[in-house]
């Protein structure tokens, strides 16, 4: 549900458009709040298969203190996504 009010926002084609800072894929702030709101591996995997995983995976929220997809992952205890994520690269 947030991928889909997020891209009725900013627009479908923003998805495959990589925003970088610092060398790093910028986190949309989306991904973070559903760490919080328990339907993370979900939204997550949906949003690294909408682009390159090798630069998604490494992808940091600028407005959280640049925390990580594994920091998230581990703070919600999805053991199977922080392996996805080591596995791809993370």
Known sequence: RKVK???AEYGEDWEGTA????????????VFEA?????????????????NIKDRVNAKCESIGNAGLLLLAADAKENDLMTFLLLNGA
Do not use: C, H, M, S
């Open 5 to 7: 009010q997020f891209e």
């Open 19 to 30: 925003i970088e800072y610092d060398g790093y894929v910028n986190l949309p702030f989306y």
């Open 35 to 51: 760490a919080k709101g328990g339907n993370f591996r979900t939204t997550t995997l949906q949003w690294l298969g909408k682009g």
